[in-house]
C-alpha cells in the first residue's frame, strides 16, 4: 500500500472542449487527503464528486452532473490522476466541458507532474477482486478476476480495413501508465465525426486532437504514435472510468469491445456485488462492509 498523494503545488491549463467546442481553463489545486477527485464549475457555481453516481452521460464521451450542471469529457484527466496516483485534488473548470488538447493523456501528465507530488501521510485504501464478477452487455463484455497486481486485458474490432482487431494486455503501474497508455489519442471514423457535428457533437474536434479513420486509412498526417494506438486509448479509456470508483482496483479488468456504458455498467454491477471484493485500508483489514453499495454510487 502507498500513501495518499495530490499537488504540491496547483497549475492550469486552457484548452478547446472536443464536443462543445468552448475555450476552457482548468486549474488543479491540492486538496486534503481523503478528499478525493472533486471538480468544480466556477462558471455556474457547482461541485461535483468524481464517482460513478455523478455519470449522467456515456454517449461518446464520460459526463458528471450533479443538479443540472455538468461536466463533460472527463475520461483523460481522470485517466491521468488514476495512472500516476494523484488521489485528492480539486478540479476548477470555467466552462462546461475539459479541454481535449492533443486527444491522450501525455500533456496532462506533464502539467500535473509540474504541480509535484505531495505524499499526504495516510495509506490509500485500494480494492481487491476476491471471486469473479462478469458482465454480458450483448454487444460487449467485461470481467474481473482475482489478481495480485493491477492488469487490463482489452480487445477491440470494427469492420475496417485498417483498424479490424487489436488485443493488448498491460500490467498497469506508473511506468507503464506514462510510456504505454498515456500518449494513445482518441480516434474516430469520419462517417461518425460528420454524424455527431451534425448532432451537435465534435465542435472542437480536429485531426489535432483526434486519429480520423476514412475508408481507405487514416487523414492524420502525423501517422500513428503506436501501431495498436486504437486499443491503448480504450484501455486509457477505461482507466478512467474505473477510477470513478473510488479505489485502486487490484485485479484483472478483462475488456471485449467494450466502451463508456459498458464500462459504468460493469462498474455499478461491481459495486453492487460486496461478496466480489473487499477494501483494503490502512490496517490492512477487509473493510468491505464499511462501503456498502448506496454510499459508493451516491457518495
Given at each position: 500500500?502507498?500513501?495518499q498523494?495530490?499537488?504540491?503545488?496547483?497549475v492550469?491549463?486552457?484548452?478547446?472542449?472536443?464536443?462543445t467546442?468552448?475555450?476552457?481553463?482548468v486549474?488543479?489545486?491540492?486538496?486534503?487527503?481523503?478528499?478525493?477527485?472533486?471538480?468544480?464549475?466556477?462558471?455556474?457555481?457547482?461541485?461535483?464528486?468524481?464517482h460513478?453516481?455523478?455519470?449522467?452521460?456515456?454517449?461518446?464521451?464520460?459526463?458528471?452532473?450533479?443538479?443540472?450542471?455538468?461536466?463533460?469529457?472527463?475520461?483523460?484527466?481522470?485517466a491521468?490522476?488514476?495512472?500516476?496516483?494523484?488521489?485528492?485534488?480539486?478540479?476548477?473548470?470555467?466552462?462546461?466541458?475539459?479541454?481535449?488538447?492533443?486527444g491522450?493523456?501525455?500533456?496532462?501528465?506533464?502539467?500535473?507532474?509540474?504541480?509535484?507530488i505531495?505524499?499526504?501521510g495516510k495509506?490509500?485504501?485500494?480494492?481487491?477482486i476476491?471471486?469473479?464478477?462478469?458482465?454480458?452487455?450483448?454487444?460487449?463484455?467485461?470481467?474481473?478476476?482475482?489478481?495480485?497486481?493491477?492488469?487490463?486485458?482489452?480487445?477491440?474490432?470494427?469492420?475496417?480495413?485498417?483498424?479490424?482487431?487489436q488485443?493488448l494486455?498491460?500490467?498497469l503501474?506508473?511506468?507503464?501508465?506514462i510510456?504505454?497508455?498515456?500518449?494513445?489519442?482518441?480516434?474516430?471514423?469520419?462517417?461518425?465525426?460528420?454524424?455527431?457535428?451534425?448532432?451537435?457533437?465534435?465542435?472542437?474536434?480536429?485531426?489535432?486532437?483526434?486519429?480520423i479513420?476514412?475508408?481507405n486509412?487514416?487523414?492524420?498526417?502525423?501517422?500513428?504514435?503506436?501501431?495498436?494506438?486504437?486499443?491503448?486509448h480504450?484501455?486509457?479509456?477505461?482507466?478512467?472510468?474505473?477510477?470513478?470508483?473510488?479505489?485502486?482496483?487490484?485485479?484483472?479488468?478483462?475488456?471485449?469491445?467494450?466502451g463508456?456504458?459498458?464500462?459504468?455498467?460493469?462498474?455499478?454491477?461491481?459495486?453492487?456485488?460486496?461478496?466480489?471484493?473487499?477494501i483494503?485500508s490502512?490496517a490492512?483489514?477487509?473493510?468491505?462492509?464499511?462501503y456498502?453499495?448506496?454510499?459508493?454510487?451516491?457518495?
Open positions: 500500500m502507498r500513501l498523494r495530490t499537488l504540491r503545488h496547483e492550469t491549463f486552457s484548452g478547446i472542449g472536443l464536443h467546442g468552448r475555450n476552457a481553463t486549474r488543479l489545486r491540492p486538496a486534503p487527503r481523503d478528499s478525493g477527485i472533486i471538480f468544480h464549475r466556477m462558471d455556474r457555481p457547482a461541485v461535483i464528486r468524481a460513478a453516481g455523478a455519470v449522467t452521460d456515456t454517449a461518446f464521451a464520460t459526463t458528471l452532473g450533479n443538479e443540472g450542471v455538468k461536466i463533460r469529457t472527463v475520461e483523460h484527466i481522470l491521468a490522476l488514476a495512472g500516476i496516483g494523484i488521489d485528492n485534488l480539486i478540479i476548477e473548470v470555467d466552462g462546461p466541458e475539459i479541454p481535449i488538447l492533443d491522450s493523456s501525455t500533456e496532462l501528465v506533464s502539467i500535473i507532474l509540474k504541480g509535484g505531495a505524499k499526504q495509506r490509500m485504501p485500494y480494492m481487491r476476491v471471486k469473479p464478477v462478469i458482465m454480458d452487455d450483448g454487444h460487449s463484455e467485461i470481467a474481473v478476476f482475482p489478481y495480485e497486481g493491477r492488469k487490463i486485458t482489452y480487445r477491440i474490432h470494427f469492420n475496417h480495413n485498417l483498424l479490424g482487431e488485443n494486455s498491460i500490467e503501474d506508473e511506468e507503464t501508465f510510456k504505454e497508455v498515456a500518449p494513445a489519442r482518441t480516434f474516430g471514423f469520419l462517417k461518425d465525426v460528420q454524424y455527431m457535428m451534425a448532432n451537435g457533437l465534435a465542435k472542437g474536434g480536429s485531426l489535432n486532437n483526434a486519429i479513420l476514412g475508408d486509412g487514416i487523414l492524420n498526417s502525423t501517422g500513428l504514435r503506436f501501431k495498436d494506438e486504437f486499443v491503448r480504450k484501455i486509457l479509456d477505461s482507466i478512467g472510468d474505473f477510477s470513478l470508483i473510488g479505489f485502486p482496483v487490484f485485479g484483472h479488468i478483462l475488456a471485449d469491445r467494450a463508456h456504458s459498458t464500462n459504468l455498467k460493469f462498474i455499478k454491477k461491481l459495486i453492487s456485488c460486496p461478496e466480489c471484493w473487499e483494503i490502512e490492512e483489514q477487509p473493510q468491505a462492509q464499511l456498502p453499495t448506496k454510499s459508493l454510487l451516491n457518495q
